[in-house]
């Protein structure tokens, strides 16, 4: 069975930092471009940051730049984000996903992108 499941999330204040982490399990997780994405309630879903499957090469959305930072331990199977500086715009529910190697960028399309999503962890920042 194929798995990714999401845990780090919470509630905490501005300026304070999280780290978010993603199981995977059930596929070849070391083969597959990872992928970090949020989506707030009544919002589309937004690409946050991505990593290539040997984890050399990896970029983040503007709206991140400087204060999120993606990373994978593929001896783990695990994906990870570490968000720093956090501000309220931030709220959202976070996934992680499978890349489908034919997505189209930008890949925010479940259905179309990814072959895998998690459930996702909630992150909801206070001012």
């Known amino acids: 069975e194929v798995q990714l499941v999401e845990s780090g999330g919470g509630c905490v204040k501005f300026g304070e930092s999280l780290r978010l982490s993603c199981v995977a399990s059930g596929f070849d997780f070391e083969t597959s471009r990872m992928n970090w994405l949020r989506q707030v309630p009544g919002g589309g879903l937004a690409l946050v940051a991505s990593?290539?499957?040997?984890?050399?090469?990896?970029s983040v959305e503007r709206v991140a730049a400087g204060r999120f930072t993606i990373s994978r331990d593929n001896s783990r199977s695990t994906l990870y984000l570490q968000l720093n500086n956090l501000r309220t715009e931030d709220t959202a529910t976070y996934y992680c996903g499978a890349e489908h190697p034919n997505s189209r960028p930008p890949p925010r399309n479940w259905c179309r992108d990814y072959n895998y999503r998690g459930q996702g962890t909630q992150v909801t920042v206070s001012s």
């Open positions: 990593i290539t499957a040997d984890g050399l090469n990896s």
